[in-house]
């Protein structure tokens, strides 16, 4: 890796790593709460919902920041790879910010709707919540299919991304989003919703390994680099690092949700979950890098001037502390169980 990097200007492997966090952090943070919104079906109680809603009500407005951070920073950063990478997957772009307009109204309607309709806002927030979170999977399978380019142009037409690979991993992160929303409800809640989350999360962790599994050599079978990458010697010393850890962060997890009481121990899956995200995230970054719109341009050649650079580094130095500052502030003062009953609309 770093034989890549000798000879190359850092700071657009400065900047790489910043969008890498970004969207990193948003996948994780923002990940739970759309996970939330996808098992309404399997909470049809209404004062169940409430509690849900409850749960990420004082935090999910600061965990879509990431993503405003995120397209802004690629526009700066990186302004050949915004041109090609947006043209070709603008369905999904624009269904993914219908999934979620339509997901923040019904998230503030339903408590103000009467009962009769309330259900209504219900399916939409469950509806917008699927739509976003399988665009995102999408999106992220179109990425490492890659991209056709041309003169540093997209070269594609409107529906390449739809192929089989981008359909799963759609599906993969639907699930993956939905064992974080199951694994969050766990350390969140009390009572029959605790141990319904319980059962939820159980489930959904086994099929979230199994997804995790076929994505890891779907991905090495889409592109000889990957593959090799993945599997020669000495790279796969490094690789082997990821499935090693993941199957350690299985054995706490499952440990984790052998415990039958509320208390401590509900943390844990929520957390080994994340640690999930997090080592398919890194081992992403491992295959492409340096590209940024595989298999054709890397971070060198779509990054913007210099001084641009160096400019948009000074604001996001003191951004992104700032942002997490505040969200680190509302998950501390919102922490705890959240009982039945409690209202923070």
């Known amino acids: 890796m770093m034989s890549l990097i000798s000879g190359h200007p850092i700071l657009p492997v400065i900047w790489a790593c910043i969008m890498a966090f970004v969207i990193l952090a948003y996948v994780t943070l923002d990940g739970f709460d759309l996970g ?15 509690v849900m809603v409850n749960t990420i ?19 700066g950063a990186f302004p050949a790879a915004y041109s090609v990478i947006l043209p070709s997957i603008y369905p999904l ?4 910010l219908m999934g979620l307009i339509f997901r ?66 759609g599906f993969a992160v639907v699930l993956g989003y939905a064992l ?24 959904l962790g086994i099929v979230m390994l199994a997804m995790l599994a076929i994505v890891s050599l779907w991905t090495g079978l889409l592109n000889a680099n990957f593959m090799h990458r993945w599997f020669a010697w000495p790279g796969i010393l490094a690789s082997a690092a990821a499935p090693i850890l993941s199957v350690v962060l299985a054995v706490i997890f499952f440990r984790g949700l052998a415990h ?52 948009l580094l000074v604001g996001a130095v003191v951004m992104i502390p700032l942002i997490l500052g505040y ?19």
């Open 180 to 203: 974080l929303g199951a694994s969050w409800l766990l350390w969140r809640t009390t009572g029959t919703l605790h141990a319904k989350m319980q059962r939820h999360t159980f489930i």
């Open 104 to 169: 923040g109204v019904a998230f503030e309607f339903r408590f103000r709707a009467i009962e009769a309709q309330r259900h209504w806002w219900d399916w939409s927030f469950f509806g917008g919540s699927v739509i976003a979170a399988f665009c995102q999977g999408a999106i992220l399978g179109a990425l490492i299919q890659g991209t056709k380019v041309v003169n540093f142009q997209f070269a594609g037409g409107s529906f390449d991304w739809l192929t089989p690979f981008t359909i799963f991993c």
């Open 93 to 96: 772009v624009i269904l993914m």
């Open 327 to 345: 969200n680190a502030m509302s998950y501390y003062i919102f922490r705890g169980k959240i009982e039945p009953g409690a209202h923070y609309h």
């Open 57 to 75: 009500a004082p935090v999910w407005d600061g965990n879509e920041t990431w993503l405003v951070l995120g397209g802004s920073g690629l526009y």
């Open 36 to 50: 939330v919104g996808m098992l309404f079906p399997v909470a049809p109680d209404p004062h169940d919902r409430d």
């Open 260 to 311: 039958d009481h509320a208390g401590e121990h509900d943390r844990v899956p929520f957390f080994c979950a994340l640690g999930w995200f997090v080592l398919g995230f890194l081992g992403l970054g491992y295959s492409i890098f340096p590209m940024i719109v595989p298999p054709s341009l890397d971070i060198w050649q779509a990054a913007s001037v210099h001084s641009s650079q160096v400019f």
